[in-house]
């Protein structure tokens, strides 16, 4: 007998007549996201072939240099999501304000935020990259416009989140949190579909691997420089050193340290005092998957989901992985040990 195959589609649809309440907005919202995905994923396959590759001549919000694939899936992502009436608003990190849904379409309830493309200064060096998406229910009244209040809430408010990677294969990885999960889909080019292929996912609650770029050491408040020296010195009773694996693409170190443990950090520093990854499209999301897989997320200090957004490009610090290893950092942040 052969393996039951479960697609995307089947998996929410099953998920969703857990409540009796939906309405399949949200099925019609994911499968969106998904289409977007196989845009995206077909195109980082050719971009050496298309001409996608390089940068154009625009920088975005942040000041980055925008490249070519960057503003395709960016574009992409808009184009997906803003006609079938699910959406009430959207954000991402390559605009300075909110994506209003045009007037001829009809207004949905959700909100959602995204990163078109994490990890994109990597893309000419064929390195992997990935979308990251998180999901709202919308705080302003039914029938509006979105608008920025939409936007601005705290990562625990999230209804679902997830990303996508594009690498050797391309897989999408999702949670709507509150004990359903976290799950894993490969997209199988044959069927061109989403395949289960990673269920249940769980973060180790301890590993051996950390993920950080460590030119920046200089740069570093004091105590995140002693938890490195820590973690790097020799002691087999504690398990020491740590393996560095750091790719330099967030969702691509997050990926592998969700599916074998370990931590990401990327702390504040003198050149980037309030951090450097972006709340809403970055941290936010990937916090709620790893906390729905069992892990920890931090600014080194507060929860991140529990963090009351002030502006959509808001940069904070991030301390994100498995739990033990994220409460050691917090423990060095405190001051309560130096070694």
Same mark, same amino acid.
């Given at each position: 007998?052969? /393996?039951?195959?479960?697609?995307? $589609?089947?998996h929410?649809?099953e998920?969703?007549?857990k409540?009796?309440?939906?309405?399949?907005k949200? #099925?019609?919202?994911?499968n969106?996201i998904?289409f977007a995905?196989?845009?995206?994923?077909?195109? #980082?396959n /050719?971009?050496?072939?298309m001409?996608?590759?390089?940068? #154009?001549?625009?920088?975005?919000v942040?000041?980055?240099?925008?490249?070519k %694939?960057?503003?395709? *899936?960016?574009?992409?992502?808009?184009?997906?999501?803003?006609?079938g009436?699910?959406t009430?608003?959207?954000?991402?990190?390559?605009?300075?304000?909110?994506?209003?849904?045009p =007037?001829?379409y009809? %207004?949905?309830?959700?909100v959602?935020?995204?990163?078109?493309? @994490?990890?994109?200064?990597?893309?000419?060096?064929n390195?992997?990259?990935?979308?990251?998406?998180s999901i709202?229910?919308r705080? #302003?009244?039914?029938?509006?416009?979105?608008?920025?209040?939409?936007c601005?809430?705290?990562g625990?408010?999230q209804?679902c989140?997830?990303?996508?990677?594009?690498?050797?294969s391309?897989?999408l990885?999702? $949670?709507?949190?509150?004990g359903?999960?976290?799950?894993g889909?490969?997209l199988?080019?044959?069927?061109?579909e989403?395949?289960?292929s990673?269920?249940n996912?769980?973060?180790? /609650?301890?590993? /051996?691997?950390?993920?950080?770029n460590?030119?920046?050491?200089?740069?570093?408040?004091q105590?995140?420089?002693n938890?490195?020296h820590?973690i790097?010195q020799?002691?087999?009773? $504690?398990?020491?050193?740590?393996?560095?694996?750091? +790719?330099g693409?967030?969702?691509?170190?997050?990926?592998?340290?969700?599916?074998?443990?370990?931590?990401?950090?990327?702390?504040a520093?003198?050149? *980037?005092?309030?951090?450097?990854?972006?709340l809403?499209y970055?941290?936010?999301?990937?916090?709620?998957?790893?906390e729905?897989?069992g892990?920890?997320?931090?600014?080194?200090?507060?929860?991140?989901? =529990?963090?009351?957004?002030e502006?959509?490009?808001?940069?904070v610090?991030?301390?994100?992985?498995?739990?033990? @290893?994220?409460?050691?950092v917090?423990?060095f +942040?405190?001051?309560?040990r130096?070694k």
């Amino acid at each position: 007998m052969s /393996k039951k195959i479960i697609t995307l $589609t089947r998996h929410i649809i099953e998920e969703q007549r857990k409540f009796p309440e939906a309405t399949g907005k949200f #099925t019609d919202l994911m499968n969106d996201i998904a289409f977007a995905a196989k845009l995206i994923s077909y195109h #980082t396959n /050719k971009a050496g072939l298309m001409d996608i590759l390089g940068e #154009t001549a625009e920088t975005n919000v942040q000041g980055e240099v925008v490249k070519k %694939l960057d503003a395709f *899936a960016n574009e992409t992502m808009i184009n997906a999501l803003d006609h079938g009436g699910h959406t009430c608003v959207m954000a991402c990190e390559e605009e300075e304000d909110i994506i209003p849904i045009p =007037d001829q379409y009809p %207004l949905g309830k959700y909100v959602v935020l995204f990163d078109p493309l @994490d990890g994109s200064s990597n893309i000419d060096a064929n390195v992997s990259v990935g979308t990251i998406f998180s999901i709202y229910t919308r705080v #302003t009244p039914d029938g509006r416009p979105g608008t920025v209040e939409d936007c601005l809430q705290p990562g625990v408010k999230q209804v679902c989140a997830g990303y996508v990677i594009y690498g050797s294969s391309t897989m999408l990885v999702y $949670t709507t949190g509150n004990g359903h999960g976290v799950h894993g889909f490969t997209l199988d080019p044959s069927y061109g579909e989403f395949i289960l292929s990673h269920p249940n996912i769980q973060i180790p /609650k301890k590993a /051996k691997i950390y993920s950080v770029n460590e030119s920046n050491f200089d740069f570093w408040d004091q105590s995140i420089k002693n938890y490195v020296h820590y973690i790097k010195q020799i002691d087999k009773a $504690t398990g020491r050193p740590m393996n560095s694996r750091y +790719i330099g693409s967030m969702v691509s170190d997050v990926h592998r340290n969700l599916l074998y443990g370990g931590i990401f950090l990327y702390p504040a520093s003198s050149k *980037a005092p309030q951090g450097k990854l972006r709340l809403i499209y970055e941290a936010n999301p990937m916090a709620f998957i790893v906390e729905a897989a069992g892990g920890k997320a931090s600014d080194g200090k507060n929860r991140i989901l =529990d963090i009351k957004p002030e502006k959509l490009h808001q940069r904070v610090p991030l301390f994100i992985g498995s739990e033990e @290893d994220v409460t050691m950092v917090e423990e060095f +942040i405190a001051g309560k040990r130096t070694k």
